[in-house]
């Protein structure tokens, strides 16, 4: 006899693999809530479809919804079905920056070749979550030919996007500081290409040459890759038939050299890691009595973790 879960969940399959947008739509509630059915319904459904994976990140107010809004035009005009994960921890409350991606990406509501999807969901180090990538596994089963992950670029979430994304743009603006910040923390080995968005505005040429100069210092990328600057104007879409072959042409070199495989093992790796912190995150919140004797320095913060994770070895390593 099948469980009610498992009927539910075989119901629910079934309707996902006939294209029922709502059922994707259901799935992707259930995945994000980390209800067990979202994890049945994940193990039938993973690692079908194969969708290019593209991360655009970049600042708050950068341009990246206006950018994936016209990048979502360039995929349509040559026939590709796509997806959309709007990412904004910033926002977990309130919730107004990804009304604000919704809106921006809203002439596509009508496409039944476009999904658009809002995640709020914080990783256990404030960065990516792992539901996000389960959101995306779920996408690329449901037959997008390409994903775009919009996520704000602070802390933690634009070198988790790099480790979950085939390709990653980051959105720069000629506003003062931006390119400061893209030079700090590593952004710069992020980035497989950049899009110097609000070039209307002044100081467009001058964060090329210093893009430019940052580049010809950081250390090549896997395949003799170089990453190509894009001037663009979102709000116009000036530029965005450029970065859009860029794009593609970045999915190509991954091709070329073998290097998708190594980004979906990446992305793998994130999952798991993802699913690890977040056990040890729960545990250790209900583990009072042991974090009060690290605290009080009778037990090492090696051995209370030993302890948390396997409760049985009390002593010695694991
Ligand atoms: N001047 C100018 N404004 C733009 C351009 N692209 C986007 N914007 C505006 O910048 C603001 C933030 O855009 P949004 O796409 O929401 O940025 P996000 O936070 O990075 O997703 C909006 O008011 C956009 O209309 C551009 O190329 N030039
Ligand atoms: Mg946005």
Excluded at 130 to 136: E, W, Y
Excluded at 207 to 236: M, N, Y
Excluded at 282 to 289: I, L, P, R, S
């Amino acid at each position: 006899m099948a469980s009610a879960g498992e009927t539910q969940a075989a119901e629910l399959e079934g309707r996902f693999r006939e294209g029922d947008i709502r059922a994707l739509a259901r799935a992707l509630t259930l995945v994000e809530s980390g209800h067990p059915l979202g994890q049945e319904l994940l193990k039938r459904l993973r690692g079908q479809g194969r969708a290019k994976v593209v991360g655009v990140t970049g600042s708050p107010g950068a341009g990246k919804s206006t950018l994936t809004d016209r990048l979502i035009v360039e995929a349509r005009q040559r026939g590709e079905k796509v997806g959309v994960l709007a990412v904004d921890p910033s926002s977990p409350f309130t919730g107004g920056a990804i009304l604000g991606d919704r809106i921006r990406m809203m002439r596509h509501h009508q496409d039944p070749g476009v999904y658009i999807r809002s995640l709020a969901s914080r990783g256990a180090l404030g960065g990516l979550a792992g539901a996000t990538v389960a959101a995306l596994a779920l996408l690329e089963a449901f037959g997008f030919d390409r994903i775009f992950v919009e996520t704000v670029g602070v802390g933690q979430s634009e070198v988790d996007i790099a480790r979950v994304a085939d390709t990653t743009l980051l959105v720069l603006t000629p506003a003062a500081g931006d390119a400061v910040q893209a030079f700090k923390a590593g952004v710069m080995e992020i980035a497989d290409l950049f899009a110097v968005n609000k070039f209307d505005l002044p100081g467009g040429d001058r964060i090329i040459q210093e893009l430019k100069s940052a580049l010809d210092l950081s250390p090549p990328r896997p395949g003799g890759w170089r990453p190509p600057i894009f001037p663009t104007v979102a709000a116009t879409g000036e530029g965005v038939e450029a970065l859009f072959e860029g794009l593609e042409a970045h999915h190509q070199h991954l091709l070329g050299h073998g290097l998708l495989e190594a980004h979906r093992l990446e992305r793998a790796r994130f999952e798991v890691e993802s699913v690890i912190q977040e056990w040890g995150r729960k545990k250790t919140h209900k583990a009072g009595d042991l974090v009060a004797r690290v605290a009080r320095g009778e037990l090492s913060p090696e051995e209370a973790a030993r302890r948390l994770l396997r409760p049985e070895a009390q002593e010695g390593p694991a």
